[in-house]
């Protein structure tokens, strides 16, 4: 086994993802926008890369929603305006705060302060989850436990996304301050396809005309129910 903290080839390694070393790292970022993207360019490329991803969601008049990994709620005001309900959860408490002051004009919505492998929910109890650069804090086996638990906390047709920043092949950060895990987008297609219908995939196009990056990538699915 590797030692925690190693570097390997150039890449530092940490054999076990640290809830702790993940939390420390977001809890010295500022709340705002920047950070969100960890790019100064954040502000600028917001607006643009929510607009796209919102038109790829489905219909969300009335659901029941879950944003996991919410962050400072880029994408809070919009759910809350389509929502019956609407749940986000982030594990940084300053994040949660802003979230919260930010969007207190909506009464429909819980804002929950938790590690996402920590988050309990009744099944069958959502229409849609919606991951936003969640499963690169993730090991591959609470890749696989997280994504079982959605799949029975949607209802039967109810419906996922999540977007991931991708690479050519698998490999870690080189900073040992910052955990994160980068995958092929072949990972993602086999968690989707073993669990859920797929109904789209591709890549934000935001980040291709910014930067020139075609593995900022998400997919949609359905959660066919149980048989």
């Given at each position: 086994m590797?030692?925690?903290?190693?570097?390997?080839?150039g890449l530092f390694v940490n054999p076990m993802r640290s809830v702790k070393q993940t939390f420390l790292f977001w809890e010295t970022r500022e709340a705002?926008?920047?950070?969100?993207?960890?790019?100064s360019m954040g502000e600028s490329l917001d607006e643009e890369e929510r607009r796209e991803i919102i038109g790829y969601l489905p219909d969300l008049k009335g659901k029941k929603i879950l944003d996991l990994g919410s962050g400072i709620g880029r994408f809070t005001r919009f759910f809350a305006s389509q929502a019956g309900y609407l749940t986000t959860v982030d594990m940084a408490s300053h994040f949660v705060d802003k979230n919260r002051k930010d969007h207190a004009d909506f009464k429909n919505v819980?804002?929950?302060?938790?590690?996402?492998?920590?988050l309990s929910m009744e099944e069958d109890s959502l229409d849609f989850v919606f991951l936003n650069w969640l499963f690169?804090?993730?090991?591959?086996?609470?890749?696989?436990?997280?994504?079982?638990r959605i799949q029975r906390w949607l209802k039967p047709e109810g419906e996922l996304f999540f977007r991931e920043s991708c690479s050519a092949?698998?490999?870690?950060?080189n900073d040992p301050t910052y955990y994160v895990h980068y995958r092929e987008l072949s990972y993602y297609d086999e968690i989707v396809k073993k669990r859920f219908a797929l109904l789209k995939e591709g890549h934000i196009q935001a980040h291709v005309d910014a930067f020139a990056n075609p593995l900022q990538c998400f997919w949609y699915c359905k959660n066919p129910g149980f048989v």
């Amino acid at each position: 086994m590797l030692d925690a903290g190693k570097a390997v080839n150039g890449l530092f390694v940490n054999p076990m993802r640290s809830v702790k070393q993940t939390f420390l790292f977001w809890e010295t970022r500022e709340a705002s926008v920047n950070s969100m993207y960890l790019n100064s360019m954040g502000e600028s490329l917001d607006e643009e890369e929510r607009r796209e991803i919102i038109g790829y969601l489905p219909d969300l008049k009335g659901k029941k929603i879950l944003d996991l990994g919410s962050g400072i709620g880029r994408f809070t005001r919009f759910f809350a305006s389509q929502a019956g309900y609407l749940t986000t959860v982030d594990m940084a408490s300053h994040f949660v705060d802003k979230n919260r002051k930010d969007h207190a004009d909506f009464k429909n919505v819980t804002f929950l302060c938790s590690d996402a492998m920590e988050l309990s929910m009744e099944e069958d109890s959502l229409d849609f989850v919606f991951l936003n650069w969640l499963f690169m804090y993730l090991e591959d086996s609470e890749i696989e436990v997280l994504m079982d638990r959605i799949q029975r906390w949607l209802k039967p047709e109810g419906e996922l996304f999540f977007r991931e920043s991708c690479s050519a092949t698998r490999q870690m950060s080189n900073d040992p301050t910052y955990y994160v895990h980068y995958r092929e987008l072949s990972y993602y297609d086999e968690i989707v396809k073993k669990r859920f219908a797929l109904l789209k995939e591709g890549h934000i196009q935001a980040h291709v005309d910014a930067f020139a990056n075609p593995l900022q990538c998400f997919w949609y699915c359905k959660n066919p129910g149980f048989v």
